[in-house]
């Protein structure tokens, strides 16, 4: 039931239902400035409680979400949600889950599409509602999952990536003037470390007499909140050396930059605040602009144009060897003509 508190000027839901120990509780939330809100309120609460398969996918979201919010980082979960909000809830949210078909889940991924979205991003989406539907097959008591018949859309393998040659690098980093964007981007691109852990760092993370950096966390920005989690993959804890110009280069940051602390972070920026900047320098520089991510990806390729192979890189960035020949793979010279010139000198002998 939805009461009116007359003395806030705002409407309240209270009612009772009974929880899965099988007790009736009484439950009351106040604050709604609507009282279709309070009632919305109370009818998706109620449906998590039955957890039927006739309840609505924002009921089912909801409690996808309470699962998942003690099994995943909060970044991850964070990245789930925004996306969710976004691009699922709005086509499904009122619609009873086992009255979604097939036939709905391909509208729904013909607008993905209308809309433009990169090959990528339309299959992480499609993954984001086939993984809730799944969780209602396996917990709650739905039938099947209509994205199983539907199918997949767009693409699991990226397009090719934008990086610079180290020509390009070093134009760029001449026209650096800020010590801290100078710092980062070289640690970026000489380290390979991903941006959110290069933004984690701080000065006990490096050693500068071994010559080596420490990656053991990553930092994200959540809800205007700093936070500190463990690294994307167990892979991505790992130990980095680093060339010496590299350490002086640090070294002179940390001596320079007053006050600075063992724990504090080495680059005190978030990655929102980074984009900006870089493509002013490109444009600076006049070189081509690429995201900061991409800087990451430059490393390999310049690893990848020394001569180094892929079960080394793999390591020395935090990832699998899968994943640098599914990403990187195109990036590698073609062996197979080098292969038979070598066993036509083997032969010619």
Known sequence: ?????????????????????GVRRQKMKRGFKLQRDAKEWERIFLEKQSGSPNMTFQALYQLYLEDIQSRLKRSSVNSKNQCVESRVLPFFKDKPINQITAADVRKWQNHLIEDGLKPTTQRNINGQLN????????????????CKVAGLIGSS?????????????KTLIACVKNPTHHVLYSILYYAGLRCGEALALTPADIDLEKKVIHVTKTFHRIHGEDVITSPKTSNSIRTVPIPDFLCDQIRAYIQETYGLKKSDRLIPLVNTSIR???????????????????IRH??????????????????RIGDTVDMVNNIYG???PNRHEEVADMLQALVSK
Not at 1 to 21: A, H, N, P, Q, S
Not at 131 to 146: D, R, W
Not at 157 to 169: A, C, I, L, S, Y
Not at 298 to 315: N, T
Request: glycine share 4%.
């Open 1 to 21: 039931m939805t009461y009116k508190d007359e003395k806030r000027g705002t409407w309240y839901c209270k009612f009772y239902y009974i929880d899965w120990t």
């Open 131 to 146: 993984a809730i539907l799944n969780f209602a097959v396996k917990y709650y008591g739905l039938p099947q999952n209509p």
């Open 157 to 169: 393998k990226p397009k090719r990536m934008q990086f610079w040659t180290h020509e390009e690098f």
């Open 276 to 294: 900006i900047p870089l493509n002013n320098v490109c444009e600076r520089a006049g070189i081509k602009q690429i995201r900061v991510h991409d």
């Open 298 to 315: 430059s490393h390999v390729s310049l690893l990848i144009e020394m001569g180094f192979p892929a079960i080394l890189i793999a390591e």
């Open 330 to 332: 195109h990036l590698y």
